[in-house]
């Protein structure tokens, strides 16, 4: 049940994009086509999942017990790097359109603060390591539910009539701020 409620959580109330606000770079930018939202999120999901994986044995069996936790952030963010240039390495071979669809926004990835926040909240909330990746991997899911439901939207919006001053990313921001209030209602009302 435990695992539920992390997975529930981490997907619709503390939703990285959409209720946290990170990652919004990538989410802007790589949202405007459905496709496109789909291969994005599914190189976010492995990206966190990898990283959170080894960047929880490093913090565990490395950094905790040569007391240098103060390395956390430089350790994570080369550990992300490295990951992010393999799976562009991967993409670039398998799946050369994606490849291409996701442009500048892949080798974003590793700048993505989405990635290196779920790293570091894995360790923040004393989760172990199978908590850690089914927190990762829920969140990764979250990211790329919010970049689909962007989309979808997003394609919508270029049948509508909308004002010349408010088409491209005005229209996209306002939509964005409007689909968060709606994710921070699955939060509830905290007094």
Do not use: D, W
């Amino acid at each position: 049940m435990e695992y539920l409620i992390i997975i529930i959580a981490a997907i619709f109330v503390n939703n990285v994009v959409l209720s946290q606000f990170l990652g919004i770079c990538p989410f802007l930018g790589v949202s405007s086509k459905i496709n496109t939202s789909v291969g994005m999120g599914g190189a976010v999901v492995f990206v966190m999942v990898l990283s959170t994986i080894v960047t929880y044995l490093l913090q565990q069996y490395v950094l905790n017990p040569l007391n240098i936790g103060y390395m956390q952030t430089i350790v994570f963010i080369l550990v992300i790097a490295a990951l992010v240039q393999m799976v562009e390495i991967i993409l670039k071979k398998i799946s050369p359109s994606l490849y291409q669809a996701l442009g500048i926004f892949l080798p974003l990835i590793s700048t993505n603060c989405a990635v290196l926040g779920t790293a570091i909240l894995v360790i923040k909330h004393n989760y172990n390591l199978l908590e850690g990746v089914v927190f990762t991997a829920a969140t990764a899911v979250g990211f790329g539910f919010a970049l689909v439901i962007m989309a979808g939207i997003r394609e919508q919006m270029e049948l509508a009539n909308i004002p010349k001053g408010m088409k491209g990313i005005p229209i996209a921001l306002l939509t964005a701020g409007i689909l968060s209030l709606a994710f921070m209602g699955f939060a509830g009302i905290v007094k």
